[in-house]
């Protein structure tokens, strides 16, 4: 979702400047600066690129109100991405605050594949309150499946399907730019250095993309896509979504995308231009991907997308949310309830479950009153309910959202005097499991571990063949 962000604000700036128009573009997401966040502080721009969890960290501010008043429109793209999960039951809460304030705002969603738009369109929108606008020209989308050479031989188990690797090279060669599209980040690592030890020429010319790469390596790969520079990219989902790279001909899916509407965004990376053709070629690992991909064949030729719906009255998004209401100037339960039962996730909030919410973000509810650390918010003297501690109030804005994973550390070069350039983070219970002077692969890197400290991993490229691959909680 943040490369979808930076091309957004990218393809925003652009005619703006053609036409010289002064309007400003500003992008919120967490790669985004200290610097340009204290600007953004100060005054909004224009427009604002931003994800859920930005958002509503930007409501955590004690005059969100005032900051918010001149809003008139929020456009919500690749809406299927949201729909399904807790991270779109967290913007539901943030449009139920914005709607509160400006009841007239103008809201829009996006998506290319959706298999229940009316649901889709109730979720955002409200029953009655939206119309639904729907394109009448069908994209042109080619789907193949690269077969072995010798089906019988092929493993009937297995995810990471190397035996393809001499075909996908041959498909790689074929084309001016590939996207190569794996399900994890783990398997992204090998398929790039696999693909780097058959064809040690495309060294320059083949890139990695997954969301633990530092923002400078994923900026620096995103650029080399659009002008053309790249070869090929492995990469995860970190560039499924409506990303614009028009020199990019042909996608291979390594593996089975897990999903129809996940294989169309993946193939919609080519061809991403009105009245051009996307073409997305299959690769699977073993026999049995071979019907996935034969099903997903008929799927896309039938446009039978699968249909998601939205979490149902999900208590630990609700507890979030009134902690981060109770930082942005407060709340009166009695009026926070009316407002959060706005959102579709909680149409059918109980009292009882409102009541359970309260008392658990007060003092922790029933099992946890003896531990302080929940304790997080108090009503004042008038009733209002407010974060009375600084530290719950810094911690609670650097952990909000819903994106489950381990404790990162940062990985960087080690060098005498200080420490060198940053690679990314990669979580801390892969690490744990390695010594000082073990071998491991990062960013298409092969690295040995120097030492860890203060939250960060020291490395030192290291040789040989022998390495360890990270693995990531929902490691797309």
Not at 173 to 185: G, H, I, K, P, Q
Not at 218 to 226: H, M
Not at 347 to 359: E, G, I, K, V
Request: overall charge positive; aromatic content about 6%; proline content about 5%.
């Amino acid at each position: 979702m943040r490369a979808l962000a930076a091309d957004t604000a990218r393809a925003l700036q652009a005619p703006l400047d053609d036409l010289g128009i002064n309007w400003s573009i500003g992008l919120r997401t967490g790669d985004t600066s200290s610097s340009e966040r204290a600007r953004q502080g100060r005054r909004l721009p224009s427009a604002l690129v931003t994800t859920p969890e930005s958002l509503t960290l930007l409501l955590t501010r004690a005059d969100a109100r005032q900051a918010f008043a001149g809003l008139r429109m929020l456009v919500v793209d690749e809406w299927h991405e949201l729909l399904g999960n807790k991270r779109g039951v967290q913007l539901q809460l943030a449009l139920a605050r914005l709607r509160q304030w400006m009841p007239e705002l103008i809201v829009w969603g996006l998506s290319a594949t959706l298999g229940n738009q009316p649901h889709a369109l109730e979720v955002l929108l409200h029953p009655g309150r939206g119309k639904l606008v729907q394109g009448r020209v069908d994209k042109d989308l080619r789907v193949d499946t690269l077969l072995p050479p010798s089906i019988e031989r092929f493993p009937w188990a297995g995810h990471l399907g190397l035996r393809m690797l001499p075909q996908v090279v041959e498909q790689i060669d074929s084309a001016a730019t590939t996207l190569v599209f794996t399900n994890t980040r783990s398997q992204s690592e090998i398929w790039y250095q696999a693909i780097l030890g058959a064809r040690p020429d495309w060294a320059g010319l083949i890139a990695l993309h997954h969301g633990s790469l530092a923002r400078e390596v994923r900026d620096w790969v995103e650029l080399g896509l659009k002008q053309g520079a790249l070869k090929a990219v492995v990469c995860t989902s970190s560039l499924d979504l409506g990303v614009d790279f028009l020199p990019v001909e042909r996608v291979l899916q390594i593996g089975s995308p897990k999903g129809v509407a996940r294989l169309m965004q993946r193939a919609g990376r080519s061809g991403h231009a009105p009245g051009r053709t996307s073409r997305v070629t299959l690769v699977p690992t073993h026999s049995v991907e071979v019907v996935e991909a034969a099903a997903a064949q008929v799927a896309i030729a039938e446009r039978r997308i699968e249909a998601r719906s939205a979490p149902h009255r999900p208590l630990d998004v609700l507890v979030q949310h009134l902690v981060s209401m109770a930082l942005g100037g407060g709340f009166r339960p009695e009026e926070l309830f009316d407002e959060v039962r706005q959102a579709w996730s909680y149409r059918d909030l109980t009292d009882d479950h409102w009541q359970w919410a309260l008392a658990f973000v007060r003092h922790g509810g029933h099992s946890l009153t003896a531990y302080p650390d929940y304790q997080r918010v108090e009503p004042d003297d008038t009733g209002l309910w407010k974060v009375p501690s600084r530290r719950v109030a810094l911690r609670h804005r650097m952990s909000i959202g819903t994106i489950v994973s381990d404790a990162s550390l940062t990985v960087k070069f080690w060098a005498k005097g200080g420490s060198g350039r940053s690679l990314g983070t990669i979580e801390e219970g892969f690490i744990a499991r390695l010594r000082p002077g073990d071998n491991f692969l990062f960013g298409g890197r092969l690295l040995e571990l120097v030492r860890v400290e203060n939250m960060t991993a020291y490395v030192s490229r290291a040789t040989g063949k022998k390495a360890a691959v990270p693995r990531w909680n929902g490691g797309r």
